[in-house]
């Protein structure tokens, strides 16, 4: 398929950097229509339903647990058969699945539409982007990763008072149509005209090395010569377990603290409003750090060293805030959680594609989403269940800390371990 005329830009440019400039657009919408926007609705459906603040928040959990559960599925066919054809077809269904959440009355309806939201989320989203410029990049990897976890950043940063405008102005119904239309807007158009599954397939190689006159790689060669270790054999090893653990209880805190922002700071006596302002100022500061980190990844030689520190800052914003939830303590919070979760989008990759290898690292990284299912799962539940309970959060952010305590353990024993060897794939 010959690209359209209007990406045929100057040569120097690297076909890889459009990819991830359209990849960061896709990462920031999918981010704050879900991820980012999802505390908004918090309030509203409390107030319409009479449902608890657990019940409301269960709905964002059950959704990440069967995403978590499709994980393996996806990653094998983005494997197999490239990310773009995930992207078209799971663009789609999620924005038919954001239609059913719209027609929610019943308890029961929320937690089933928000379990196939999950699902074909999934399919749109953070595996096959992931996937997507780890297979562009190579010795820019760490650097790729970073400018497109910007993305993400960005969907808090500018998606948040979109979604919050929508909600307030016409509803939390229509919040879901107005998400499920402007995912078709551009998700299609960027998976048909842009997004190509490797550099083959425009003639170059990762980082935008040319391609050699003298060997040329066919697009459906390039995926076979990918090197790395298969599913069965990652799960062999201690690695892939102390790994997942890891994740497991760093995302705990991460994802409890990302639904429960909004509320929090209402909580502490912030204005809804400017508990919003606050959640996008923090995404904004949040790009620059995850650019930083990734301009640090790449010099680094254990990449748990990183996922260490970053635990030590995320502990420490949260036991400010538990000392002073002032404006100053909010500050201060502010700043070491920016600091701690400058590398949180691209950990992961980062850290599987350097142990296992890339030739399976879209069906490695969906068994890893499976074990971190836990700590995205039961996290804004308990934190919910916290509130409801006792009427504040402290002792949901006591809870997140020994999480971020758990997780810098779990990375400190891996960094012990030797790395691993692995020979090229076998063509499939």
Known sequence: MSLPLWLRRPREVYYGWWLLAGSIAAMALGSGVSFWAFGLYIGPLEDEFGWSRGEVSGALSVGVFSGGLAGPLVGRWIDTRGPREAILIGAVTTALSYGLLATTSELWQWYLYSAVNGVFRQMMFFIPFQALISRWFDRRRGIALSILGTGFALGGVLVVPVMRWVIDTWGWGPSFIFSGVVIVLLYLPLGALLVRNHPSDVGAQPDGAPAPADQPVEPSEAASRLTGLTLRAALATPHFWLVGLGFTFLFFGMFGMLVHQIPLYVSLGVPRDTAAL?????????????????????????????????????????????????????????????????????????????????????????????????????????????????GSYDLALVMFVCSFGLSALFFAIVSRLPQLQFEPAEAR
Request: glycine letters at 12%; one cysteine or more.
């Open 278 to 390: 606050i959640v996008s100022a923090t995404a904004a500061l949040g790009m620059g750090s995850r650019l930083a980190f990734g301009l640090i990844v790449d010099r680094v030689r254990r990449f748990e060293h990183l996922v260490i520190a970053m635990c030590a800052c995320l502990a420490g914003a949260l036991v400010a805030l538990l000392l002073d939830s002032s404006a100053a303590g909010i500050s201060v919070f502010v700043v070491l959680w920016v600091c701690g979760t400058g590398g949180g989008p691209i950990i992961e990759a980062m850290l599987l594609t350097r142990m296992f290898g890339l030739a399976h690292f879209a069906t490695l990284l969906g068994a890893m989403l499976v074990l971190e299912e836990f700590g995205l799962v039961v996290s804004p539940v308990i934190a919910g269940w916290i509130f409801d309970v006792t």
